[in-house]
Protein backbone atom coordinates (compact mmCIF):
# COMPACT_ATOMS: atom_id res chain seq x y z
CA UNK A 1 0.00 0.00 0.00
CA UNK A 2 2.94 2.34 0.80
CA UNK A 3 4.35 2.07 -2.77
CA UNK A 4 1.06 2.43 -4.31
CA UNK A 5 0.35 5.58 -1.97
CA UNK A 6 3.77 7.13 -2.88
CA UNK A 7 2.87 6.19 -6.79
CA UNK A 8 -0.46 8.51 -6.37
CA UNK A 9 1.15 11.44 -4.56
CA UNK A 10 3.91 11.84 -7.28
CA UNK A 11 0.87 11.26 -9.85
CA UNK A 12 -0.92 14.52 -8.29
CA UNK A 13 2.36 16.50 -7.35
CA UNK A 14 2.68 16.42 -11.35
CA UNK A 15 -0.86 17.35 -11.97
CA UNK A 16 -0.57 20.52 -9.85
CA UNK A 17 2.57 21.53 -12.00
CA UNK A 18 0.98 21.30 -15.29
CA UNK A 19 -1.00 24.78 -16.43
CA UNK A 20 -4.63 24.97 -16.98
CA UNK A 21 -5.04 28.88 -18.37
CA UNK A 22 -4.55 26.74 -21.91
CA UNK A 23 -7.56 24.16 -21.17
CA UNK A 24 -10.38 24.65 -22.81
CA UNK A 25 -13.71 25.09 -20.43
CA UNK A 26 -14.79 21.41 -20.87
CA UNK A 27 -11.40 20.47 -19.96
CA UNK A 28 -11.74 22.28 -16.57
CA UNK A 29 -14.98 21.43 -15.80
CA UNK A 30 -13.71 17.50 -16.39
CA UNK A 31 -10.66 17.71 -14.75
CA UNK A 32 -12.24 19.15 -11.42
CA UNK A 33 -14.77 15.84 -11.53
CA UNK A 34 -12.01 13.56 -11.34
CA UNK A 35 -9.90 15.65 -9.11
CA UNK A 36 -12.86 15.43 -7.15
CA UNK A 37 -13.30 12.13 -7.07
CA UNK A 38 -9.31 11.06 -6.07
CA UNK A 39 -10.04 13.15 -3.38
CA UNK A 40 -12.87 11.13 -2.29
CA UNK A 41 -10.92 8.40 -2.87
CA UNK A 42 -8.22 9.36 -1.11
CA UNK A 43 -10.37 9.86 1.90
CA UNK A 44 -11.83 6.68 1.54
CA UNK A 45 -8.18 4.86 2.30
CA UNK A 46 -7.98 7.36 4.97
CA UNK A 47 -11.42 5.86 6.26
CA UNK A 48 -10.34 2.55 6.25
CA UNK A 49 -6.97 2.96 7.75
CA UNK A 50 -8.44 4.74 10.84
CA UNK A 51 -10.86 1.37 11.39
CA UNK A 52 -7.54 -0.56 11.08
CA UNK A 53 -5.82 1.75 13.34
CA UNK A 54 -8.64 1.39 15.71
CA UNK A 55 -8.97 -2.24 15.77
CA UNK A 56 -5.09 -2.59 16.93
CA UNK A 57 -6.05 0.12 19.54
CA UNK A 58 -3.39 3.06 17.92
CA UNK A 59 -5.01 5.34 19.54
CA UNK A 60 -4.92 4.23 23.20
CA UNK A 61 -1.82 2.62 23.31
CA UNK A 62 -0.57 6.04 22.20
CA UNK A 63 -2.38 7.78 25.55
CA UNK A 64 -5.11 9.45 23.17
CA UNK A 65 -8.25 10.29 24.88
CA UNK A 66 -9.98 9.54 21.46
CA UNK A 67 -9.71 8.65 18.18
CA UNK A 68 -10.34 12.43 17.01
CA UNK A 69 -7.35 13.39 19.15
CA UNK A 70 -4.96 10.64 17.87
CA UNK A 71 -6.03 11.84 14.58
CA UNK A 72 -4.73 15.56 15.73
CA UNK A 73 -1.84 13.91 16.80
CA UNK A 74 -0.86 12.04 14.20
CA UNK A 75 -2.00 13.97 10.93
CA UNK A 76 -2.50 17.45 11.99
CA UNK A 77 -6.53 17.63 11.60
CA UNK A 78 -8.46 20.01 13.69
CA UNK A 79 -10.91 18.25 15.67
CA UNK A 80 -13.92 19.11 14.02
CA UNK A 81 -12.19 17.20 11.43
CA UNK A 82 -11.14 14.44 13.35
CA UNK A 83 -14.77 13.55 14.43
CA UNK A 84 -15.84 13.71 10.56
CA UNK A 85 -13.35 10.98 9.84
CA UNK A 86 -13.86 8.94 12.71
CA UNK A 87 -17.54 8.78 11.86
CA UNK A 88 -16.63 7.52 8.00
CA UNK A 89 -14.29 5.31 9.15
CA UNK A 90 -17.51 3.14 11.41
CA UNK A 91 -19.97 4.28 8.37
CA UNK A 92 -17.58 2.59 5.57
CA UNK A 93 -16.91 -0.34 8.16
CA UNK A 94 -20.41 -1.06 8.29
CA UNK A 95 -21.51 -0.92 5.07
CA UNK A 96 -19.42 -2.60 2.72
CA UNK A 97 -20.92 -1.16 -0.58
CA UNK A 98 -20.94 1.88 0.14
CA UNK A 99 -17.43 1.12 1.16
CA UNK A 100 -17.12 0.25 -2.66
CA UNK A 101 -18.74 3.01 -3.88
CA UNK A 102 -16.53 5.54 -2.13
CA UNK A 103 -13.64 3.78 -3.09
CA UNK A 104 -14.18 3.74 -7.07
CA UNK A 105 -15.40 7.58 -6.73
CA UNK A 106 -18.98 7.16 -7.34
CA UNK A 107 -20.42 8.55 -3.83
CA UNK A 108 -18.41 11.20 -1.96
CA UNK A 109 -17.79 10.72 1.76
CA UNK A 110 -20.43 13.53 2.78
CA UNK A 111 -22.86 11.40 0.73
CA UNK A 112 -21.75 8.22 2.55
CA UNK A 113 -21.98 9.49 5.71
CA UNK A 114 -25.76 10.59 4.87
CA UNK A 115 -26.55 7.27 3.31
CA UNK A 116 -24.88 5.59 6.64
CA UNK A 117 -26.97 7.31 8.66
CA UNK A 118 -30.01 6.53 6.93
CA UNK A 119 -29.93 3.10 6.49
CA UNK A 120 -28.94 3.14 10.26
CA UNK A 121 -32.07 4.83 11.75
CA UNK A 122 -34.37 2.29 9.56
CA UNK A 123 -36.60 0.53 12.21
CA UNK A 124 -35.05 -2.35 14.40
CA UNK A 125 -37.57 -4.41 12.86
CA UNK A 126 -36.72 -3.90 8.81
CA UNK A 127 -35.76 -7.14 6.78
CA UNK A 128 -31.91 -7.50 5.47
CA UNK A 129 -33.07 -7.25 2.25
CA UNK A 130 -34.82 -4.04 2.73
CA UNK A 131 -31.67 -2.78 4.41
CA UNK A 132 -29.97 -3.88 1.22
CA UNK A 133 -32.16 -2.09 -1.15
CA UNK A 134 -32.22 1.14 1.34
CA UNK A 135 -28.49 1.46 0.97
CA UNK A 136 -28.13 0.77 -2.83
CA UNK A 137 -31.16 2.84 -3.91
CA UNK A 138 -29.43 5.41 -1.97
CA UNK A 139 -26.02 5.18 -4.06
CA UNK A 140 -27.95 5.51 -7.08
CA UNK A 141 -29.26 8.81 -6.01
CA UNK A 142 -26.21 10.20 -4.94
CA UNK A 143 -25.40 10.59 -8.63
CA UNK A 144 -27.74 12.91 -8.96
CA UNK A 145 -28.54 14.64 -5.16
CA UNK A 146 -25.79 16.49 -3.48
CA UNK A 147 -25.87 15.37 0.71
CA UNK A 148 -29.29 18.06 1.65
CA UNK A 149 -31.28 16.08 -0.65
CA UNK A 150 -29.91 12.78 -0.31
CA UNK A 151 -30.38 13.21 3.31
CA UNK A 152 -34.14 13.98 2.73
CA UNK A 153 -35.06 11.27 0.68
CA UNK A 154 -32.82 9.10 2.97
CA UNK A 155 -35.53 9.80 5.67
CA UNK A 156 -38.58 8.28 3.89
CA UNK A 157 -36.50 5.42 2.21
CA UNK A 158 -38.41 2.80 3.36
CA UNK A 159 -41.03 4.43 2.05
CA UNK A 160 -40.06 3.35 -1.51
CA UNK A 161 -38.48 -0.33 -0.87
CA UNK A 162 -41.36 -1.29 1.54
CA UNK A 163 -44.46 0.61 1.87
CA UNK A 164 -46.16 -1.78 3.87
CA UNK A 165 -43.05 -1.59 6.21
CA UNK A 166 -43.48 2.60 5.97
CA UNK A 167 -47.23 2.57 6.39
CA UNK A 168 -46.67 0.28 9.90
CA UNK A 169 -43.99 2.72 11.27
CA UNK A 170 -45.29 5.64 10.09
CA UNK A 171 -46.75 6.52 14.09
CA UNK A 172 -43.17 5.31 15.41
CA UNK A 173 -41.11 7.98 12.58
CA UNK A 174 -41.40 10.96 15.21
CA UNK A 175 -40.41 8.63 17.96
CA UNK A 176 -37.22 7.63 16.15
CA UNK A 177 -36.41 11.25 14.96
CA UNK A 178 -36.70 12.58 18.62
CA UNK A 179 -34.57 10.09 19.94
CA UNK A 180 -31.90 10.58 17.11
CA UNK A 181 -32.34 14.56 18.27
CA UNK A 182 -31.29 13.86 21.94
CA UNK A 183 -28.62 10.94 20.62
CA UNK A 184 -27.02 13.44 18.17
CA UNK A 185 -27.64 16.68 19.90
CA UNK A 186 -24.51 18.65 21.31
CA UNK A 187 -22.88 21.93 20.06
CA UNK A 188 -18.67 23.06 20.30
CA UNK A 189 -16.84 26.55 20.48
CA UNK A 190 -13.58 25.83 18.21
CA UNK A 191 -11.08 28.91 18.21
CA UNK A 192 -9.84 29.31 14.45
CA UNK A 193 -6.38 31.27 15.69
CA UNK A 194 -7.58 34.42 14.39
CA UNK A 195 -10.08 36.32 17.23
CA UNK A 196 -13.01 34.57 16.22
CA UNK A 197 -14.46 31.50 17.51
CA UNK A 198 -16.41 29.09 15.06
CA UNK A 199 -20.09 27.84 17.44
CA UNK A 200 -21.27 24.41 15.37
CA UNK A 201 -23.77 21.99 16.23
CA UNK A 202 -27.36 20.37 16.82
CA UNK A 203 -30.36 20.73 18.57
CA UNK A 204 -33.96 18.41 18.70
CA UNK A 205 -36.86 20.71 17.44
CA UNK A 206 -38.18 21.31 21.27
CA UNK A 207 -34.55 22.14 22.77
CA UNK A 208 -34.42 24.83 19.09
CA UNK A 209 -37.42 26.69 19.93
CA UNK A 210 -36.53 26.67 24.08
CA UNK A 211 -33.41 28.46 22.70
CA UNK A 212 -35.33 30.75 19.97
CA UNK A 213 -37.84 31.74 22.27
CA UNK A 214 -35.11 33.30 24.50
CA UNK A 215 -33.29 34.34 21.77
CA UNK A 216 -36.14 36.32 19.71
CA UNK A 217 -36.99 38.73 22.46
CA UNK A 218 -33.62 40.58 22.39
CA UNK A 219 -32.34 39.98 18.89
CA UNK A 220 -35.58 41.96 17.27
CA UNK A 221 -34.85 44.27 14.64
CA UNK A 222 -36.45 46.69 16.43
CA UNK A 223 -34.32 46.83 19.22
CA UNK A 224 -31.16 48.15 17.16
CA UNK A 225 -31.18 51.78 17.55
CA UNK A 226 -30.07 54.36 15.23
CA UNK A 227 -26.33 54.87 15.44
CA UNK A 228 -24.83 57.51 12.98
CA UNK A 229 -21.74 55.89 10.89
CA UNK A 230 -23.09 52.26 12.77
CA UNK A 231 -23.81 49.64 10.19
CA UNK A 232 -27.12 48.31 10.87
CA UNK A 233 -26.48 44.60 12.86
CA UNK A 234 -27.07 41.86 10.43
CA UNK A 235 -30.09 39.17 11.79
CA UNK A 236 -27.26 36.60 11.91
CA UNK A 237 -25.46 39.26 14.50
CA UNK A 238 -28.35 40.07 16.44
CA UNK A 239 -28.92 36.39 17.11
CA UNK A 240 -24.98 36.40 18.08
CA UNK A 241 -25.73 39.37 20.30
CA UNK A 242 -28.81 38.07 21.75
CA UNK A 243 -26.79 34.73 23.16
CA UNK A 244 -23.66 36.28 24.29
CA UNK A 245 -26.37 38.65 26.45
CA UNK A 246 -28.40 35.90 27.61
CA UNK A 247 -25.65 34.09 29.20
CA UNK A 248 -23.52 37.52 30.53
CA UNK A 249 -26.78 38.09 32.49
CA UNK A 250 -27.18 34.57 34.18
CA UNK A 251 -23.29 34.75 35.12
CA UNK A 252 -23.70 38.47 37.14
CA UNK A 253 -27.35 36.50 38.70
CA UNK A 254 -25.27 34.12 40.08
CA UNK A 255 -27.58 31.43 39.13
CA UNK A 256 -24.91 28.83 38.05
CA UNK A 257 -23.29 26.03 39.72
CA UNK A 258 -19.80 25.86 41.04
CA UNK A 259 -17.12 24.61 38.91
CA UNK A 260 -13.51 23.45 40.56
CA UNK A 261 -14.71 25.77 44.23
CA UNK A 262 -15.25 28.63 42.57
CA UNK A 263 -18.45 30.30 41.44
CA UNK A 264 -18.62 30.66 37.49
CA UNK A 265 -16.96 33.39 36.23
CA UNK A 266 -14.40 35.12 33.39
CA UNK A 267 -11.01 34.67 33.98
CA UNK A 268 -9.29 37.69 32.31
CA UNK A 269 -5.43 38.14 32.75
CA UNK A 270 -3.98 41.51 32.22
CA UNK A 271 -1.33 44.45 33.92
CA UNK A 272 -3.00 46.30 36.34
CA UNK A 273 -1.76 49.34 35.04
CA UNK A 274 -3.26 48.54 31.61
CA UNK A 275 -6.43 47.69 33.52
CA UNK A 276 -6.45 51.16 35.38
CA UNK A 277 -5.48 53.53 32.48
CA UNK A 278 -8.14 54.71 29.97
CA UNK A 279 -7.20 54.59 26.15
CA UNK A 280 -5.69 58.17 24.90
CA UNK A 281 -8.32 59.83 23.12
CA UNK A 282 -7.43 61.03 19.56
CA UNK A 283 -8.98 63.65 17.33
CA UNK A 284 -12.45 63.07 16.31
CA UNK A 285 -12.90 61.98 12.69
CA UNK A 286 -15.13 60.92 9.90
CA UNK A 287 -15.38 57.84 8.81
CA UNK A 288 -13.71 58.36 5.70
CA UNK A 289 -10.53 58.71 7.56
CA UNK A 290 -10.53 55.90 9.73
CA UNK A 291 -10.02 55.35 13.17
CA UNK A 292 -8.01 57.61 15.50
CA UNK A 293 -4.42 55.93 15.91
CA UNK A 294 -3.07 56.22 19.82
CA UNK A 295 0.07 57.56 20.34
CA UNK A 296 2.93 55.50 21.13
CA UNK A 297 7.30 56.05 21.01
CA UNK A 298 7.83 58.09 18.29
CA UNK A 299 4.29 60.11 18.16
CA UNK A 300 3.26 63.13 19.88
CA UNK A 301 2.18 61.99 23.43
CA UNK A 302 4.57 59.87 23.44
CA UNK A 303 2.63 57.00 25.96
CA UNK A 304 2.86 53.28 25.26
CA UNK A 305 -0.90 51.87 23.81
CA UNK A 306 -2.37 49.68 26.43
CA UNK A 307 -1.30 45.39 25.54
CA UNK A 308 -4.48 44.15 26.94
CA UNK A 309 -4.80 40.88 28.95
CA UNK A 310 -5.78 37.16 27.91
CA UNK A 311 -8.52 35.25 28.60
CA UNK A 312 -8.80 32.38 30.33
CA UNK A 313 -9.17 30.39 27.07
CA UNK A 314 -5.76 32.03 26.27
CA UNK A 315 -7.50 34.25 23.54
CA UNK A 316 -6.05 37.88 23.43
CA UNK A 317 -8.87 40.36 24.91
CA UNK A 318 -8.66 44.24 24.67
CA UNK A 319 -7.60 46.75 27.26
CA UNK A 320 -10.85 48.34 26.85
CA UNK A 321 -12.50 45.26 26.80
CA UNK A 322 -11.18 44.08 29.79
CA UNK A 323 -12.53 47.12 31.47
CA UNK A 324 -16.07 46.83 30.73
CA UNK A 325 -15.51 43.22 31.83
CA UNK A 326 -14.61 44.70 35.15
CA UNK A 327 -17.33 46.96 35.28
CA UNK A 328 -19.44 44.32 37.15
CA UNK A 329 -16.86 42.00 37.93
CA UNK A 330 -15.25 40.72 40.99
CA UNK A 331 -11.73 41.39 40.67
CA UNK A 332 -9.77 38.61 41.48
CA UNK A 333 -5.46 39.32 41.78
CA UNK A 334 -3.19 36.79 40.49
CA UNK A 335 0.24 37.66 41.20
CA UNK A 336 2.84 37.33 38.61
CA UNK A 337 6.52 36.35 38.87
CA UNK A 338 9.29 38.54 36.58
CA UNK A 339 8.85 35.87 33.66
CA UNK A 340 5.48 35.39 34.16
CA UNK A 341 5.69 32.35 36.64
CA UNK A 342 2.20 32.00 38.94
CA UNK A 343 3.54 32.38 42.35
CA UNK A 344 3.00 29.62 45.03
CA UNK A 345 0.17 30.28 46.90
CA UNK A 346 -0.52 26.71 48.22
CA UNK A 347 -2.98 25.97 51.18
CA UNK A 348 -2.29 22.85 53.78
CA UNK A 349 -5.19 21.03 52.73
CA UNK A 350 -5.74 18.10 50.17
CA UNK A 351 -8.13 19.08 47.48
CA UNK A 352 -7.13 21.72 45.21
CA UNK A 353 -9.61 24.77 45.14
CA UNK A 354 -9.91 28.15 45.39
CA UNK A 355 -6.57 30.12 44.82
CA UNK A 356 -4.33 27.49 43.97
CA UNK A 357 -6.57 25.58 41.52
CA UNK A 358 -7.14 29.48 40.02
CA UNK A 359 -3.42 29.34 39.95
CA UNK A 360 -3.15 26.26 38.25
CA UNK A 361 -5.73 27.72 35.51
CA UNK A 362 -3.61 30.46 35.01
CA UNK A 363 -0.06 28.81 34.50
CA UNK A 364 -1.57 25.57 32.70
CA UNK A 365 -4.85 26.85 30.87
CA UNK A 366 -6.37 23.27 30.59
CA UNK A 367 -5.22 20.00 30.67
CA UNK A 368 -1.74 19.65 30.59
CA UNK A 369 -0.89 16.60 28.74
CA UNK A 370 0.37 16.82 25.78
CA UNK A 371 -2.05 16.94 22.59
CA UNK A 372 -4.95 17.60 25.32
CA UNK A 373 -7.07 20.33 24.38
CA UNK A 374 -9.52 19.98 27.15
CA UNK A 375 -10.20 23.07 29.16
CA UNK A 376 -9.52 23.84 32.39
CA UNK A 377 -12.95 23.74 33.43
CA UNK A 378 -12.65 19.79 32.38
CA UNK A 379 -9.90 19.10 34.50
CA UNK A 380 -8.89 17.52 38.27
CA UNK A 381 -5.96 19.23 39.58
CA UNK A 382 -3.20 16.30 40.43
CA UNK A 383 -1.09 15.65 42.89
CA UNK A 384 3.17 15.36 40.82
CA UNK A 385 3.91 13.27 44.42
CA UNK A 386 1.01 11.68 46.23
CA UNK A 387 -0.57 13.98 48.94
CA UNK A 388 -0.58 10.57 51.02
CA UNK A 389 2.93 10.02 50.52
CA UNK A 390 3.63 13.33 51.94
CA UNK A 391 3.31 15.62 48.68
CA UNK A 392 2.37 18.88 49.21
CA UNK A 393 -0.71 20.85 47.86
CA UNK A 394 0.94 23.37 46.34
CA UNK A 395 1.38 24.56 42.70
CA UNK A 396 4.82 23.18 42.43
CA UNK A 397 3.64 19.50 43.09
CA UNK A 398 0.69 20.23 40.93
CA UNK A 399 -0.90 20.13 37.56
CA UNK A 400 -4.79 20.26 35.71
CA UNK A 401 -4.98 16.52 33.87
CA UNK A 402 -8.84 16.01 32.45
CA UNK A 403 -10.26 12.61 33.99
CA UNK A 404 -8.71 10.25 31.18
CA UNK A 405 -5.38 11.41 31.10
CA UNK A 406 -5.46 11.67 35.16
CA UNK A 407 -6.52 7.78 34.43
CA UNK A 408 -3.41 7.40 32.38
CA UNK A 409 -0.91 9.20 34.62
CA UNK A 410 -2.03 6.87 37.37
CA UNK A 411 -2.01 3.62 35.62
CA UNK A 412 0.39 3.51 32.79
CA UNK A 413 3.81 4.03 32.66
CA UNK A 414 3.38 7.72 31.79
CA UNK A 415 4.79 10.64 34.39
CA UNK A 416 4.51 13.96 35.27
CA UNK A 417 7.62 16.42 36.68
CA UNK A 418 7.56 20.10 37.01
CA UNK A 419 10.12 21.42 34.78
CA UNK A 420 13.20 24.47 35.83
CA UNK A 421 10.79 26.73 34.45
CA UNK A 422 8.11 25.39 36.34
CA UNK A 423 6.17 24.10 34.22
CA UNK A 424 5.09 20.48 33.72
CA UNK A 425 6.19 18.54 31.33
CA UNK A 426 5.42 14.44 30.72
CA UNK A 427 8.14 11.73 29.96
CA UNK A 428 6.25 8.87 27.84
CA UNK A 429 6.84 5.35 28.37
CA UNK A 430 9.73 3.75 26.32
CA UNK A 431 7.10 1.71 24.54
CA UNK A 432 6.49 4.86 22.57
CA UNK A 433 9.53 6.73 23.05
CA UNK A 434 13.15 4.62 24.07
CA UNK A 435 14.34 8.07 25.21
CA UNK A 436 11.68 9.10 26.81
CA UNK A 437 12.04 12.67 25.97
CA UNK A 438 10.13 15.04 27.95
CA UNK A 439 6.76 16.26 26.04
CA UNK A 440 4.60 19.34 26.86
CA UNK A 441 1.38 20.95 26.18
CA UNK A 442 1.28 23.38 23.22
CA UNK A 443 -2.89 24.28 22.86
CA UNK A 444 -2.61 26.30 26.01
CA UNK A 445 0.46 27.63 25.55
CA UNK A 446 0.38 31.90 25.87
CA UNK A 447 0.56 33.95 23.31
Known sequence: MLEGLAQVRGALAECADVPVWSSSDAQVGDALLQAWACAQQSLGVVANLISEAEARGLPKKEAASNTPVWLRQRIRTSMWEGRRLAKLAAVLRDYPALDVAVSVGEVSTEQATVIGDAVTELPSDTSADAKEKSESLLISYAARFDPLPLARIGARILAHVDPEAADRHDAEALKRQEERARRMRGFSLSPRGDGLVRL?????????AAVNAALDPLCRPGRDAEIEGEPKRTPMQRRADALVDICNRVLRDGELPVSGGDAAQVVVTIPI????????????????????????????????????????????????EARMLACDAQIIPSVLGTDGQVLDIGRAKRPFTGAIRRAMILRDRGCAFPSCDRPARWTDGHHIKPWADGGPTALSNACLLCRYHHGVIHHTDWQVRIAEDGNPEFLPPASIDPSRRPLRNIFHRRR
Do not use: C, K, V, Y
Open 273 to 320: DDLRTEPAQGPAQGPAQGPAREPGPGRAGGRQPSRGGLLDTDAPISAA
Open 200 to 208: SGWLGEAAA
